[in-house]
């Protein structure tokens, strides 16, 4: 994963087909998707549970690109060595998981990964200030996690904040939540990205039909280039 500033679009699985995952992704990467985005949730930093670590695994040799593990789970220390070994390339972890949120940055770089911090939309842009030299990346989340399909909440001062913050560090700005062609640009003229978008890319298709999932990989796209 060499770094650049580029728009990439990670679709989020929690809208796919939970009966075919492996399909899913790799239909989704044929459609055009940059990365995959996998929402890992432990029903009690969130109130949902997904999938855990032997999923993430399974999955991984459906993926060519990037895995992005979105860990909304609490405590995450005691889980990093097994999402690394189940082959995520990025593992983002939730500032308001714990205290030592800077020690599970360092544990995820140690691992092997990608060290990303997400914030929940009620948390200010100044919690990542000190944590911009051992993360890779910034998940600003734009719904309450738990849940797909929400909508969108705007952050586009606190991605403005956070991109002035990162100054010319290698640190992505991923975006996380209720993502479309509609929502999209104002962030990526923030200065975001990575744009997770979960229900704006899997509706409509399918495993048998994925042709809506690259057109709908496509607006996005061309929304943010108007
Ligand atoms: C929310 C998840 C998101 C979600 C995005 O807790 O972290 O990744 O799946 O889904 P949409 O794009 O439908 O808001
Ligand atoms: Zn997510």
């Known amino acids: 994963m060499s770094f650049d500033r580029s728009l990439k679009i990670a679709p989020s699985i929690l809208a796919a087909d939970f009966a075919n995952f492996g399909a899913e992704c790799a239909a989704v990467e044929a459609q055009g998707a940059d990365w995959v985005h996998v929402d890992v949730m432990d029903g009690h930093f969130v109130p949902n549970i997904t999938f855990g670590p032997a999923m993430c695994k399974a999955i991984r040799p459906h993926i060519k690109g ?4 979105h860990l909304m789970i609490a405590p995450v ?3 990093i060595d097994a999402f690394a070994e189940a082959g995520a390339d990025m593992i983002t ?3 308001e998981a714990g205290p030592h949120i800077h020690r599970t ?3 995820i770089r140690a691992a092997g990964a ?3 911090v997400a914030l929940n939309p009620g948390t200010p842009a100044e919690a990542v200030k000190e944590l911009l030299d051992v993360v890779d990346l910034v998940c600003v989340m734009t719904v309450n996690p738990g ?4 909508s969108f909440i705007d952050m586009t001062e606190k991605v403005m904040d956070i991109r002035a913050m990162i100054g010319d560090r290698p640190v992505h700005i991923e975006i996380d939540g209720g993502v479309d062609p509609t929502t999209a640009p104002m962030v990526v003229e923030a200065g975001a990205d990575v744009l997770v978008a979960g229900s704006a890319v899997f509706k409509g298709g399918s495993v048998a039909n994925p042709a ?3 057109e709908n990989i496509r607006a996005i796209r061309a929304a943010c280039a108007d």
């Open 77 to 79: 220390d005691t889980y």
């Open 93 to 95: 972890a939730h500032v």
């Open 114 to 116: 990608k060290a990303g």
């Open 66 to 69: 990037t895995m992005d593990v």
């Open 147 to 150: 849940f797909g399909g929400q």
């Open 105 to 107: 940055l360092q544990a």
């Open 212 to 214: 809506p999932y690259g």
